[in-house]
């Protein structure tokens, strides 16, 4: 299963296909039970991320039979919530906010709490998408009250936001303000600079909605410090949307132009790279409001023959004005083509965030992994990557209950989060096994690290559990070497050798 899940990072389908077949007649001649019920669910999972949803629907369904004759009603909530995915993913909304109301339901019932924000925080999007905003604010407000309950932090910043979100929609930009506040405090607390960044813009946002001129311009002399640190150089950041939304209220037109034109041709480059079917929907859109701005522009163009009429010896302010109808129509235009996008990149951020422990998932830090590898082509720079398996973690499992393992893959996440420095970045990589991208680091500091993260997980203590836990783990290293190494998934395969030889050394250890 887990060599399927290698195989589903590394983008190989066809051996990825291959090794499906072999698991589907294992799994045919295996008895009935459960194991059986979850390895369809990986199965799902698996065509899921190939865009085969009718084949993930099919094997979702095949985990649905046995966990309904079973009665295992924790099995039958995750493939409720996998199916929501699925339709999510085809447009079909309200099928999507029927199965996340059924897992919810079930994680409420069972006391699955972490699970169950999560499910009230996906239905949340969902009505965004659907434009059902109350509705959204519900469900984000009921995650937010869950995760202060059980303390989980991360999620909580990510309600917080998206509430955030909602109130800039609807103009109450003093409550946008108070929750991106409340959102950035907590990231910052996770030192996660990057998503801190976004949130500030966010925060910006309002500033600007409020027009509040004094608290915009401290924070945007800020963010563009971060921007250049942060921002992805050639995307079409909302931070320039922004930015150029900010000029305007400061009424520095010639930059807010600039600004607009440099965000909308970033955004035509962008289009390049969606799906034709995507394009498609928005030029339909884009049509509407290209008659909409043309009709401003004609309310504007007689605004002006008016203006020239009486003043006409005023050359200057005549100059001035039509670049303001200019930016207008920028502005417009690139609200419209905003729209668009943040609807796919709401998804995509999705796509890369592991449901469970709110970590990066392992296509995400399987794409970072890819991008330092090319840097370290181009650039000669070193960098590292390490394989990470908890050690006899099913006896968690085993010994304590699902649920408590869970939070032991939590704990570990959050250690990571900790132990890791800045130019460092982790992400759940397989069911218990995770996937560390490093900086320049010697063999010295990655042991470092492994102690950090070591004493980290010494003593966890978790609800339900009498005595505080020890959580092991194994540690396979491979550092980049330009002659051998042809693409990421050759150090992969080093790290994960080492890792193989780590277990077999006797565990809780690290080779590299
Ligand atoms: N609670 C919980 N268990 C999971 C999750 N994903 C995978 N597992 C379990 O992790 C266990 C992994 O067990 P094994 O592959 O045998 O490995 P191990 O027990 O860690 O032993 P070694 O790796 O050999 O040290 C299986 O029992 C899986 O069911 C999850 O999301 N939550």
Redesign the pocket.
């Known amino acids: 299963m ?1 060599r399927l899940a290698l195989l589903d990072n590394a983008a190989e389908f066809d051996k990825s296909k291959q090794l499906t077949q072999k698991i589907i007649s294992k799994i045919q001649r295996a008895s009935q039970n459960e194991l059986v019920a ?1 390895s369809y669910l990986e199965v799902g999972y698996s065509y899921y991320l190939d865009t085969g949803m009718d084949k993930a629907i099919e094997f979702y369904n095949k985990a649905y039979e046995i966990y309904f004759r079973l009665n295992e009603e924790s099995g039958l909530a995750d493939v409720f919530n996998s199916l929501s995915l699925v339709y999510g993913e085809q447009g079909d909304k309200n099928l999507a906010v029927n199965y996340l109301k059924k897992a919810l339901a079930i994680y409420s019932k069972l006391g699955y709490r972490h699970a169950a924000s999560l499910a009230h925080y996906n239905l949340g999007f969902t009505y965004v998408d659907m434009g059902l905003l109350e509705e959204a604010k519900s469900q984000f407000s009921a995650s937010i009250e869950i995760s202060l309950d059980i303390d989980d932090k991360l999620n909580l910043a990510y309600s917080k936001s998206a509430l955030a979100r909602i109130f800039i929609k609807q103009s109450q930009f003093v409550n946008a303000a108070n929750l991106y506040k409340e959102s950035i405090a907590i990231f910052k607390y996770f030192d996660d600079e990057v998503t801190s960044f976004r949130m500030k813009v966010g925060l910006l946002e309002s500033y600007i909605g409020s027009k509040d001129k004094i608290a915009a311009g401290k924070l945007f002399n800020k963010l563009q410090i971060d921007y250049a640190k942060y921002g992805q150089p050639g995307y079409p950041s909302k931070f320039l949307l922004i930015s150029a939304r900010y000029h305007e209220l400061m009424m520095d037109y010639k930059r807010a132009f600039e600004t607009q034109l440099d965000y909308s041709q970033r955004l035509l480059k962008n289009f390049d790279r969606v799906q034709e079917q995507d394009v498609e929907k928005l030029m339909v859109e884009f049509d509407s409001k290209i008659k909409e701005s043309e009709n401003l522009l004609l309310l504007k163009d007689n605004e002006v023959k008016k203006l020239r009429l009486e003043q006409q010896n005023s050359r200057l302010f005549f100059l001035i004005l039509v670049s303001v109808m200019a930016i207008l129509i920028m502005v417009v235009i690139g609200f419209l083509l905003y729209r668009q996008t943040l609807h796919r990149t709401r998804f995509q951020k999705m796509a890369l965030r592991d449901h ?1 422990t709110n970590a990066p998932n392992r296509r995400a830090v399987l794409q970072y992994a890819k991008e330092r590898f090319s840097e370290a082509r181009q650039t000669n720079m070193n960098f590292t990557i390490a394989l990470v ?9 085993d010994q304590y209950g ?2 408590v ?2 939070e ?2 939590k704990s570990f996440s959050n250690a990571c989060a900790s132990a890791l420095r800045k130019q460092d970045r982790y992400g759940r990589y397989g ?2 096994e995770w996937l560390l991208v490093l900086g320049d680091t010697d063999k010295n500091e990655v042991t470092q690290i492994f102690n950090r993260l070591k004493a980290n997980l010494e003593k966890i203590s978790i609800n339900g559990v009498e005595k505080p836990l020890t959580v092991l783990f ?1 540690m396979g290293v491979a550092q980049y070497d330009p002659d051998t190494d042809k693409n990421v998934q050759d150090m992969i395969r080093r790290a994960d050798s080492n890792l193989y030889e780590a ?1 077999g050394l006797g ?1 809780d250890r690290v080779i590299q």
């Not at 398996?389 to 499992?397: E, I, R, S, W």
């Open positions: 887990l979850r469970l398996d908890l050690d006899h973690f099913k006896t968690f499992n699902h649920d393992g869970d032991v893959l069911g218990e194994s277990k565990r």
